[in-house]
């Protein structure tokens, strides 16, 4: 059975930082890309970011500039690096894995979503 599982978010005052983790199990993903949604509250879920088995990364432009994906050493990892958070920035953030770079793809797998909450 695929899972993914995100790191717990968290509270974060606007303009600080916080990174996000996710580790997939149940298969590889070594030759897939990954990548992160979220959805704020009343808002439908959209693309943060996505990052390719040979780290070619498309982001939001909501978010270019001030967030980063990366993939981690060990396989079916990924990053999101939060820089310079908003409180636009508040929303459950999701791991997905199995699409691709390609605007508005399907994705395969999903993990459950972890609260990342921005203060004034």
């Known amino acids: 059975q695929v899972q993914l599982v995100e790191s717990a978010g968290g509270l974060v005052q606007a303009g600080g930082s916080l990174r996000l983790s996710c580790a997939a199990s149940g298969r590889t993903f070594s030759r897939e890309t990954m990548g992160w949604f979220r959805q704020a509250p009343g808002k439908e879920r959209e693309f943060v970011a996505a990052i390719s088995w040979n780290g070619i990364t498309s982001y939001a432009d909501s978010v270019k500039g001030r967030f980063t994906i990366s993939r981690g050493i060990a396989e079916n990892t990924v990053y999101l690096q939060m820089n310079s958070l908003k409180l636009e920035d508040t929303a459950v953030y999701f791991c997905?894995?199995?699409?691709?770079?390609?605007?508005?793809?399907?994705?395969?797998?999903w993990g459950q979503g972890t609260q990342v909450t921005v203060s004034s």
């Open positions: 997905v894995a199995g699409g691709s770079l390609v605007p508005r793809a399907e994705w395969g797998y």
